[in-house]
């Protein structure tokens, strides 16, 4: 959970850091010559810095009126994290588990959401962020695919019990952000999750 | 003086020979009838006396960015064979004679005062000789000493062109993610895994670069904004867009060979599938409509077909499509998880992570007749991505414990390791030679 805290505030603080002017960008390309070169009247070719020596500034973000949800930094309570952990602690949110390269909704996920949705339907003023998480056996670009699987059957399941659909946000970390870093099952067991994270209105 | 002049001279003989005995000459089976032996000793130090404000440059100042990257692409190229040459002998057409080489390389190297920058450039001569007095090949290439490896690298693409027909592809890089800075960024290296270079800043989870045809922009993901998001940068790191999709995931984006159109996996209420679109932005369409996880696209090398992996068959095997989503059919069948297809630089072949025993190793499937082989090695090896010329294949491996990249052909031989620093993975190699 502190982790997709973090993200957004470092989302939000990258985006601010881009927000410099743009630099020119010179081509770096080596020029083709001829061939053939006679004593001292070989063509000279003029190799410029390596690309790192005039490395530019990222220029603004492209940013298009869509709608796509936003969500805004300033708007979180500064005691979310502690929020999240006491939650989840006193078993008022519970994470959904799955088996291996699985989204299916065991009968102890399910229960886990139920108890999740009893308690956001009664504290309507938090949004909820769910994050579909894989362990490391499947390949990186397929486990990014199947985390959004499992973060959707976990919203769903939370939408059919009550919550308003408009509250919950999923996002994917695939493999790529693993709570328990060992390679056993047990700590894959901790790694096949969709995990729920109160993000504030 | 003069003795202190030899002594340099020894030393510069030495250092050249301790450099030409750790170089393994290695080349391609099929081309190892046609391999010419070459002759390169260390360049000359003494400057043309026609040139204005000449001056020498010491040895060590390019032994190593310039010399050792010049003959270990050489080494590598599959055109040549590095021939050993006796101490203190100037290349010549002679020296290829006595020693029985096809070519010997003549290179004098000294520094010039540049009145632009008011900084000394370093200028590379370098003359091939053949074994019959003439001089198939000449030119000169002037930069700052911060360029010496690029200098190399244009040298020996130059010197394969003139004497294969095709230029090398020294002057190819690699992008790849990396988390060296406590976060996962884009980075870009040149093809030997030198000058190693951080092009994204975003502070965020950032992954899959993937370069476009022109070897100018790479569009990759992005968690930046606690969202996934497709994002494309230019090799320098300027020019970031972000590429507004409005569906989840954005993830395995990559350019077309041969348009402007970008397919990546997108998803809708937890399905995803494979989706076009243009690199501005707009018209987005969906390829494939299966209820099940479809990902990670790969375009064929002349834009026609677009290979993927699904899980429509209840366990994640490679597809290949028409560019338009039509014709889909199986390919892989062998493995119980199969991900990560790239196409050969020919269109003939398919490169991909496919589980054996229980670990994850390369196959690669001839696509003309269907059969495939494994590259093993040890721990897991995942993401392969071929060199623009087809001979070698960069993949990411962890076999140390930390993922890392390597390079080897696609025989699986002449393993290299590309990075150390953090853990490093997803490589991209970029698609035009030069």
């Known amino acids: 959970m502190n982790n997709a805290v973090k993200g957004f505030l470092a989302g939000v603080t990258a985006i601010a850091l881009v927000m410099t002017p743009a630099c020119r960008s010179k081509n770096t390309k080596v020029k083709d010559e001829q061939v053939h070169v006679q004593p001292d009247t070989a063509p000279t070719v003029t190799i410029p810095p390596h690309d790192t020596a005039e490395r530019v500034q990222p220029s603004e973000d492209f940013v298009k009126p869509s709608a796509e949800p936003t969500v805004t930094a300033d708007v979180l309570p500064s005691n979310t994290e502690e929020l999240n952990r006491y939650l989840q602690d006193k078993g008022l949110i519970r994470d959904a588990f799955f088996v291996y390269a699985d989204a299916t909704l065991s009968s102890d996920a399910q229960a886990a959401l139920t108890t999740s949705a009893s308690w956001l339907k009664s504290n309507s003023k938090y949004n909820l962020l769910v994050e579909g998480h894989c362990d490391e056996r499947g390949t990186e670009q397929y486990n990014l695919a199947l985390g959004d699987k499992r973060a959707q059957q976990a919203k769903d399941y939370l939408v059919a019990s009550g919550v308003d659909a408009s509250r919950i946000r999923t996002v994917s970390y695939g493999e790529e952000r693993p709570f328990d870093p060992g390679h056993d099952e047990g700590a894959w067991k901790q790694n096949r999750r969709a995990h729920l994270v109160l993000v504030g209105k | ?434």
Request: charged content about 20%; cysteine-free.
């Open chain 2, 1 to 434: 003086m003069k003795r202190s002049l030899i002594a340099v001279a020894l030393a510069f003989i030495a250092a050249t020979l301790a450099a030409q005995s750790q170089i393994i000459t290695t080349v391609d089976p099929e081309q190892a009838a046609k391999v010419m032996k070459i002759a390169i000793p260390f360049p000359e130090l003494t400057p043309p006396a026609s040139s204005a404000n000449a001056a020498p440059v010491a040895s060590e100042v390019i032994h190593a960015p310039f010399y050792s990257v010049l003959t270990r692409d050489i080494a590598a190229s599959g055109v040549f064979a590095i021939a050993p040459i006796p101490p203190n002998v100037p290349a010549s057409t002679n020296l290829a004679k006595q020693i029985g080489a096809d070519f010997a390389l003549k290179m004098t190297v000294w520094t010039e005062r540049n009145a632009q920058t008011n900084a000394d450039d370093i200028v590379v001569e370098a003359r091939l000789f053949d074994t019959t007095g003439g001089q198939p090949f000449g030119k000169r290439y002037r930069g700052v000493v911060a360029s010496l490896s690029l200098m190399a690298h244009s040298l020996t693409t130059d010197i394969v062109r003139a004497i294969y027909g095709k230029p090398g592809i020294f002057l190819s890089r690699i992008a790849f993610a990396s988390d060296r800075t406590g976060n996962w960024e884009i980075w870009l290296m040149d093809w030997d895994g030198q000058n190693q270079r951080q092009i994204t800043q975003h502070g965020a989870l950032s992954i899959l670069p993937s370069w476009a045809p022109d070897n100018e922009r790479m569009v990759y993901t992005s968690f930046a904004r606690g969202t996934s998001d497709m994002y494309i940068v230019n090799r320098r790191g300027g020019g970031r867009i972000r590429v507004p999709t409005n569906l989840a995931l954005n993830t395995s984006a990559t350019f077309s060979p041969v348009g402007n159109d970008i397919a990546f996996v997108g998803s809708v209420n937890g399905n995803p599938d494979i989706y076009l679109i243009k690199d501005d932005g707009t018209n987005v369409r969906r390829l494939t409509t299966s209820a099940t996880i479809e990902s990670t696209p790969e375009w064929s090398p002349n834009g026609r077909q677009i290979s993927f992996t699904s899980g429509r068959s209840g366990t994640p095997q490679i597809y290949v499509m028409d560019a338009e989503g039509t014709n889909v059919r199986r390919i892989s069948f062998e493995g119980e998880w199969n991900d990560d297809a790239a196409w050969s630089p020919d269109g003939e072949q398919l490169a991909y992570t496919s589980r054996v025993n229980g670990r994850f190793q390369i196959r690669i499937m001839n696509l003309v007749n269907g059969q495939s082989r494994i590259i093993a090695g040890e721990g897991s090896n995942e993401q392969p991505a071929w060199s623009p010329d087809g001979r070698w294949i960069a993949f990411q491996s962890n076999r140390s414990g930390k993922w890392q990249l390597y390079r080897m052909r696609i025989d699986g031989n002449d393993i290299q390791q590309l990075t150390s620093s953090g853990e490093n993975k997803e490589p991209d190699w970029s698609k035009k030679i030069e």
